[in-house]
């Protein structure tokens, strides 16, 4: 099994910043993309910001804000998070396509999600 393990969310003012932290563990054989979702009362969960080998795409209004980057020897991922919007309060969770073995298929898994409030 895998498992990941989020940090680093919190409460903070419109305008400051926090950055989130998730490390995979488990049966990993290597990691094919790794990710930071949201999800706010009421709505979808969306994709925020994913890192695939060495591109990243990000969610056009967290564009020049937000920022992913990664870790391999750690199996983390990083989101720094900064000029923050109570828009932008959500949980946020992160997940990781994983390859378990040198022979297997990839896997989707979540963490367990991390809150963040941004107060105006």
């Known amino acids: 099994q895998v498992q990941l393990v989020e940090s680093g969310g919190g409460l903070v003012q419109a305008g400051g910043s926090l950055r989130l932290s998730c490390a995979a563990s488990?049966?990993?054989?290597?990691?094919?993309?790794m990710g930071w979702y949201r999800q706010a009362p009421g709505k979808q969960r969306e994709l925020v910001a994913v890192?695939?080998?060495?591109?990243?795409n990000y969610k056009d209004s967290v564009k020049g804000r937000f920022t992913i980057s990664r870790d391999n020897a750690k199996n983390t991922v990083y989101l720094q998070m900064n000029s923050l919007k109570p828009e932008d309060t959500a949980v946020y969770y992160c997940?990781?396509?994983?390859?378990?073995?040198?022979?297997?298929?990839?896997?989707?898994?979540w963490g367990q999600g991390t809150q963040v409030t941004v107060s105006s």
């Open positions: 997940k990781a396509v994983v390859v378990r073995t040198a022979s297997s298929g990839t896997y989707g898994y």
């Open positions: 488990g049966s990993i054989f290597s990691i094919n993309a």
């Open positions: 890192t695939t080998g060495g591109s990243t």
